[in-house]
């Protein structure tokens, strides 16, 4: 989903704006899409669409929205509580030192929010993508105005992802500096190689309009169709902190901010075009800043890495399982030796084109783990993340839900998506 942060006004309005050059603009984003040193800390993104208890059908009103948002803003929190343009509700946990501070964190602030809503009369419910209603702004801000407006030259993908989407996101320490020139690649490597395996593995939002899109993870095709330059990722064969500053450079600008009236949205203007020309105005050391928080990778690099592949999950607790499984797949060395080798063969159907816009992240986003090879690397992943849940400390019900899972979803070659398909054609297939 698009960042949070609305940026009501631009930055440097109240001091002189300083231009960066194209060169300076690398040396900037090379210095800080990854900091370095051993794993210590985990958060998570966890997004929720909101809808009437009575009937989720129903589209909650913008008035009702506010009132409940009111109402949980008053309400003590850990997590930073914010809301999507849509009107969806996202916590975002604190940097936590283990798996379980970050569970307790957000499960406790999710337990005072659903209290907060209940009295409103409302609801949360994890779904990557609502399968009842066409997308609807609730926030009027010159941010998602001037989202809306770039978004739309490509198609109705991007208003159906600012409005009708929602995640589960992983933020993990980028890891150690790795010796030779490439050094984070490993890591890196492997966030977008086993992303593919966490969207086939965790798809839920097979539905549009109360009908069938073809895809296990209609959120995903969302992001493809908004386009590589916003939401692909960088090539990964190569340094990628230079990988990812020529990104950044080559992606397109969004908006120029303004300090009065709409901001302008610029068609065809990628970064590297604006330090060059300078033109509408110079570009400034906050603008690029901005540019960052509009750019929607599946994996980003913000000093640590933000894995936004992952689809909301099903009932109150479900964003435990990914959470846990990709944390001991990144942070427990033995998981992650096995995770790499597991995901290894699957390099060779990404054809070194950016995720998620090469034949592996389509194939999981369609066919979900019906796909064989991607079936057969989520077991290996999921028996290895078991096993290292209890050398990290893992409570026994974060362990016990993660092997549920495992049985009621990945041994079967199955997605909660299957279970919204099931239910849509009056099957039942949860036992």
Known sequence: MPDSSSGASPSGCTRPRTSVSEAEVEALVRGICFKTGPPRTIGVEVEWLVHELRSPQLPVTPERLRAAYAALRTVPLRSAFTVEPGGQLELSSPPAASLTECIDTVSADLDAVRATLR?????????????????????REPRYDAMEACLDRRGPAGRAMMCTSASVQVCLDAGHEEPGPLGHVRRWWLAHQLGAVLVAAFANSPLSGSRPTGWRSTRQLLWMEIGAGRAGAPPLDGDPRAAWARHVLDAPVMCVRRDQGPWEVPE??????????????????????????????????????????????PGEDGWIVPLAVTAALFDDPQAAETAYRAVKPLAERAERRPAPHNPLWTDAAMHGLTDPELHEAAQVCFAAALDALPRMGAADEVTGAVAAYRDRYITRGRCPADDLLDRLNGKDRTS
């Open 119 to 139: 009295g409103h009369g409302l609801g949360l419910v994890g779904i990557g993508h609502d399968p009842w209603h066409e997308p609807r702004r609730y926030l």
């Open 268 to 313: 065809e203007l990628t970064f590297r075009d604006w330090t060059r020309s300078a033109t509408p105005r110079p570009p400034t050391e906050e603008d690029l800043g901005y540019h960052l928080t509009t750019l929607f990778p599946p994996v980003r690099p913000r000093g640590h890495l933000e894995l936004r592949m992952i689809d909301a999950q």
